[in-house]
């Protein structure tokens, strides 16, 4: 059973830091490129940041360069956010996504809600 499991979330002041982690299951995690995506209410899905499957290239939305990082361990099918210097409008429910390199399969977790308030 394929799962993609969403964890770190909360609630936090501007300016401060959260890390999200992705946990991966029923699937080669290794093959995979993974996204974290975001959505505000309201607003469209959109990308925040992507790693290839071995983790050599990443790619982030123009919103979060210079404050959110997005890394990975093959060992531990884990995908990882950190997100510093966070902002009001990084509120959203982030959701971690993985797209086969190898065939059209792609799978998307339940997402954790991020809060930035003071």
């Known amino acids: 059973q394929v799962q993609l499991v969403e964890s770190g979330g909360g609630l936090v002041q501007p300016g401060g830091s959260l890390r999200l982690s992705c946990a991966a299951s029923?699937?080669?995690?290794?093959?995979?490129?993974m996204s974290w995506y975001r959505q505000a209410p309201g607003k469209e899905r959109e990308l925040v940041a992507r790693?290839?499957?071995?983790?050599?290239?990443?790619n982030y939305a123009e919103s979060v360069k210079g404050r959110f990082t997005i890394s990975r361990d093959n060992a531990k099918n884990t995908v990882y956010l950190q997100m510093n210097m966070l902002k009001p409008e990084d509120t959203a429910v982030y959701y971690c996504?993985?797209?086969?390199?190898?065939?059209?399969?792609?799978?998307w977790g339940q997402g954790t809600q991020v809060t930035v308030s003071s």
């Open positions: 996504k993985g797209d086969s390199t190898t065939s059209y399969r792609s799978y």
């Open positions: 790693i290839s499957s071995a983790g050599g290239n990443t």
């Open positions: 029923g699937f080669t995690f290794s093959t995979y490129v």
